[in-house]
């Protein structure tokens, strides 16, 4: 069974860092691509980051580009998504995700992936 358990989201003030975590079971994540999205209340799934396992190309947002940056580690099965200036726009539902490396490049279109994590709250407020 295919699992992507997110971990790492709390309550953080504005201006303040979390990196949050995407630890994969049953499947190595060689030869995927891995995205993060996120979703906050009464708005529509939104994109944020991802990377390929083959050649480690990153795509990011632009409304995180430069506060983000999404790392993988191979030998723990894990992706880290280190977010730094955050504001209180960035809270949401953050969720892990993964896909086929079909190509170079990954996206953040939802349908390129078939694997998703339930979820990591992540909450920025004074």
């Known amino acids: 069974q295919v699992q992507l358990v997110e971990s790492g989201g709390g309550l953080v003030q504005p201006g303040g860092s979390l990196r949050l975590s995407c630890t994969a079971s049953g499947f190595i994540l060689d030869y995927y691509y891995i995205a993060w999205f996120r979703q906050a209340p009464g708005k529509e799934r939104e994109g944020v980051s991802c990377?390929?396992?083959?050649?480690?190309?990153?795509y990011y947002v632009d409304s995180v580009k430069g506060r983000f940056a999404i790392s993988m580690d191979n030998a723990k099965n894990t992706v880290y998504l280190q977010m730094n200036s955050l504001k209180p726009e960035d809270t949401a539902v953050y969720y892990c995700a993964a896909g086929p490396a079909f190509a170079r490049r990954c996206d953040v279109l939802p349908g390129s992936y078939g694997s998703w994590g339930q979820g990591t709250q992540v909450t920025v407020s004074s």
């Open positions: 990377i390929s396992s083959t050649d480690r190309l990153t």
